[in-house]
């Protein structure tokens, strides 16, 4: 059974500060990850995803790295601001079937 | 563009009681899947729809239940609730059933 871990569980940074979230999956037999946003009592928004066969994707501030072989992904935040605030979940899609396995999510406050 | 759509936003049940919740996908996705987050946990996969099928279901009882209409919308069942089915529940989309996922703002369930 695939498990999802996230660390840190808890994040505390001043704004403008470059940080690095981490995901870690027992099963490297993954189709595709994927790292999302929650707001407080909100949905999820998606930031990016990751095919398998890539090695990273970029979008504005945010840049996700995979390393598939040793089960782990980073989710690099640069210049941190205080709308970054939210919890950070990290998903992967197993390599057969469809259900997305979530980790717990790592909690991000960006203090002024 | 329309994202996912569920209604209703926050719905308050009595234990026993039985519950409807709806999903409308993206514009463009046949793909839908449910998920229950509990307070402080990540997501749980619950079943997938595709082609009007369930193509995959995740460790839930029988008390949960779904259905996929000939537009691509979906709506989950619950049955004989329990307080611990009190969480949010979540519906995504995709186009195809292992792309990347869209979600929505989901339903706060709260069973008394």
């Known amino acids: 059974k695939q498990e999802v871990t996230q660390i840190p569980a808890a994040l505390s940074v001043p704004e403008g500060e470059n940080l690095v979230l981490n995901c870690s999956f027992t099963?490297?037999?993954?189709?595709?990850l994927q790292w999302f946003r929650q707001d407080p009592g909100k949905g999820l928004t998606s930031l990016l995803l990751?095919?398998?066969?890539?090695r990273e994707q970029t979008s504005g501030r945010l840049n996700a790295s995979l390393d598939k072989s040793s089960g782990r992904s980073t989710l690099y935040i640069a210049a941190s601001q205080p709308g970054d605030s939210a919890t950070y979940l990290c998903?992967?899609?197993?390599?057969?079937?469809?259900?997305?396995?979530f980790g717990k999510g790592t909690s991000l406050l960006v203090t002024p | 563009d329309a994202g996912v759509t569920q209604s209703p936003t926050h719905l308050i049940k009595t234990r026993g009681q039985q519950v409807t919740l709806r999903c409308s996908p993206k514009s463009g996705h046949d793909t839908v899947s449910w998920y229950q987050q509990a307070l402080g946990q990540g997501p749980q996969f619950i079943f997938q729809?595709?082609?009007?099928?369930?193509?995959q279901r995740g460790n839930f009882p029988d008390r949960f239940s779904g259905h996929q209409f000939p537009n691509y919308s979906s709506e989950l069942n619950v049955n004989a609730l329990l307080l611990g089915d009190s969480a949010l529940y979540l519906c995504?989309?995709?186009?195809?059933?292992?792309?990347?996922?869209?979600f929505g703002s989901g339903t706060r369930l709260t069973v008394v």
């Open positions: 998903a992967v899609t197993p390599g057969s079937g469809y259900a997305l396995n």
């Open positions: 729809y595709y082609e009007e099928e369930e193509r």
């Open positions: 099963d490297s037999a993954i189709y595709n």
């Open positions: 995504a989309s995709s186009l195809g059933q292992r792309r990347g996922y869209t």
């Open positions: 990751i095919q398998s066969s890539q």
